[in-house]
DNA sequence: ACGTGAAACTACGGCGGTGTGATGATGACG
DNA sequence: CGTCATCATCACACCGCCGTAGTTTCACGT
């Protein structure tokens, strides 16, 4: 099941609904209702009726495990879809690097110690501050892939880049 | 209305509920619902019953705020319910003094920026980390007492102690 | 002491968001 | 061209409220 390769021998890229849930660790029925109310679409193909299929690539699945991991400590859905909003609007791909710190509805990435005092500092007063280790999600998702029940095929390591 | 004095010139201590909402920025409704559900309830004088009347403490406005705070901040009710059972059992009087840390359904104090520091690295791993400065929202619940609709009256001045 | 009016709580139905489960539809693969 | 994995759709459940109508009390004036 999915492994990755189509009938005509090519390599189908990235992961399947199926395993992308599997993967981060949420159920079919939560990323079925994400990609329908646009909160992660597949990027490598969309469903467009049914027995179409949805291909996920690495960073959509990186993008499942944070909200994921957010979801699990508390955070509201809808605080979670108003920081990526923000985060795909003004970040390229650095979204996976350091620390993801949300306010809000607005959200800033964050290197070091000394930024994170700065920011807690500066936020004084402006509410609450929700710290994620984005490195963290990502040596997660990777041992995630590895350990899943399908073997790691091509279109995996494809998307692992190793 | 509700001046805090009771027809024999008694000093009826704390805030009714409407004022407690007003006060905190939360609706009636939000107020009636926690009561209802154990999130807060007023600790001066319960509801039993239509026509009774229920007292909240400063110290429940003080809740109550923060509650707000971290609602306002994305944070689901249903851990804030957890993060909140946990610091009325294992800390007294100190709820107001510091940063209150949330991760996941424990929570932590905190003093200082190392102290800050020490917490996010221990946690690293660990999922996310909510902060909040718990004097700031003291600050803000003294302003929204002395800016109230109603004058300070007596029962509010005795709750603040001044 | 007592009627009265308004404040405050209660009950109940409903709504939007976030799913869940079952079943049907359909493209993809062999 | 049949089988099967996957998606679509619908109905339903739960949480966290909101609005409103109903009920009870209590302070106050007489």
């Known amino acids: 099941m999915d492994d990755g390769t189509a009938s005509d021998g090519t390599v189908e ?4 609904g199926k395993r992308a849930a599997q993967i981060c660790g949420i159920t079919y029925r939560q990323l079925d209702y994400w990609a329908r109310t646009d909160l992660v679409r597949p ?22 495990k944070v909200i994921k991991t957010l979801l699990d400590a508390g955070i509201k859905l809808e605080s979670v879809r108003s920081a990526f909003h923000y985060l795909r609007e003004n970040l390229g791909e ?21 930024e994170l005092i700065d920011v807690v500092n500066r936020t004084r007063g402006q509410g609450v501050l929700n710290l994620l280790a984005l490195d963290d999600v990502r040596e997660e998702l990777d041992d995630a892939i590895h350990l899943d029940p399908a073997p790691p095929d091509r279109s995996a390591r494809a998307a692992l880049g190793s």
Chains 1, 2 share one sequence.
Do not use: H, M, N, P
Not at 43 to 64: M, Q, V
Not at 105 to 111: E, G, I, K, M, Y
């Open 94 to 114: 650095d979204i996976v690097s350091a620390q993801l710190v949300i306010s809000g509805t607005s959200a800033v990435l964050v290197r070091d110690g000394a």
């Open 13 to 16: 890229e990235g992961f399947s």
């Open 43 to 64: 990027s490598l193909a969309d469903a467009k009726g049914s027995g179409t299929r949805r291909r996920y690539s690495y960073r959509d699945l990186l993008e499942l």
